[in-house]
């Protein structure tokens, strides 16, 4: 089972951009599709972007659509959230999280199994 380490969260004005990095240990990266979730104060937690295991397929919530890219590099066992024009209503704790059964990235939290322990993104107006 992999570990999940997020970093790159920060304090950034609306439409700024930041990039969140994932870092995996264990061998087996390339065998797990990868998610990031967020969830902000008093809201459940919601899915903003998927990859599958070698990165050619790619999806997003509609609210972070044509603003956030997902990537990753096998190699460095590392998933990467590139997100521009940030908005306030992107504030959140943004969790990585990854899963060896999936067939392809979904929404649903519950479908995940292994977490990190999360990185803060705070937008201001």
């Known amino acids: 089972q992999v570990q999940l380490v997020e970093s790159g969260g920060a304090l950034v004005e609306a439409g700024g951009s930041l990039r969140l990095s994932c870092a995996t240990s264990?061998?087996?990266?390339?065998?797990?599709?990868m998610a990031w979730f967020r969830q902000a104060p008093g809201k459940e937690r919601e899915f903003a972007a998927g990859?599958?295991?070698?990165?050619?397929?790619?999806y997003y919530a509609d609210s972070v659509k044509g603003r956030f890219v997902i990537s990753r590099e096998n190699a460095k066992n590392t998933v990467y959230l590139q997100m521009n024009s940030l908005k306030p209503e992107d504030t959140a704790v943004y969790y990585c999280a990854a899963s060896a059964a999936l067939l392809r990235a979904n929404g649903n939290p519950n479908t995940y199994d292994t977490w990190g322990q999360g990185t803060q993104v705070t937008v201001s107006s």
């Open positions: 264990g061998r087996t990266f390339s065998s797990y599709v």
């Open positions: 990859i599958s295991r070698a990165g050619g397929n790619t």
